[in-house]
T-cell receptor, first 116, second 113 residues
């Protein structure tokens, strides 16, 4: 079954630590995205990648970093520079081009990160 | 400044009746609009989309209406079922790729049996 796998489902981080959230897809999608969800707010784009070895900052990239070494994988690192990292993080993927607009993103089931 | 607004944080509807979820936007340059449904602790799933050149798109029990002059769209679910209880996100896209998607804050729908 094709889909997106995010791990872990829950993650606890101490202040000052970096953590990496995993995102893997087997849909053969070119584009991948990281979003953050906070209560009462829409999803906000952190980073996106439209092709291997290339990625762009989204609206709230500060304090985060990504890599795209393989088509299937787009890990997100939440660094100690991120001032308020406690949130629900969602990874998504889509085909490239206009055809994708008829089908929407495919989202993973998310990782809830809590700073303790 | 929110470009995509869903002014009702929550909505309750009786099973079998119509659910109407509303969404307003401020940017007239959006080209596509999408609706996503999200259950707790899961990722959103795509429901239906509409191009800015259309005013209606229908898929089974779900219909999306677009009023460009009012910068307003709505999602109608008929008949509503208890399994429809979820958070619904409205989203808007500038251009033709998803790197320009703006999501609204969501509306939580409860369908009462």
């Amino acid at each position: 079954d094709g889909g997106i796998t995010q791990s872990p489902k829950y993650l606890f981080r101490k202040e000052g630590q970096n953590v990496t959230l995993s995102c893997e897809q087997n849909l053969n999608h070119d584009a991948m995205y990281w979003y953050r969800q906070d209560p009462g707010q829409g999803l906000r784009l952190i980073y996106y990648s439209q092709i291997v070895n290339d990625f762009q900052k989204g609206d709230i990239a500060e304090g985060y970093s990504v890599s795209r070494e393989k088509k299937e994988s787009f890990p997100l690192t939440v660094t100690s520079a991120q001032k308020n990292p406690t949130a629900f993080y969602l990874c998504a993927s889509s085909p490239s081009g206009t055809q994708s607009l008829n089908y929407g993103y495919t989202f993973g089931s998310g990782t809830r990160l809590t700073v303790v | 400044d929110q470009q995509v607004k869903q002014n009702s944080p929550s909505l309750s509807v009786q099973e079998g009746r119509i659910s109407i979820l509303n969404c307003d936007y401020t940017n007239s340059m959006f080209d596509y609009f999408l609706w996503y449904k999200k259950y707790p602790a899961e990722g959103p799933t795509f429901l239906i989309s509409i191009s800015s050149i259309k005013d209606k798109n229908e898929d089974g029990r779900f219909t999306v209406f677009l009023n460009k002059s009012a910068k307003h769209l709505s999602l109608h679910i008929v008949p509503s079922q208890p399994g429809d209880s979820a958070v619904y996100f409205c989203a808007a896209v500038r251009g033709t790729s998803y790197d320009k998607v703006i999501f609204g804050p969501g509306t939580s729908l409860s369908v009462i049996p």
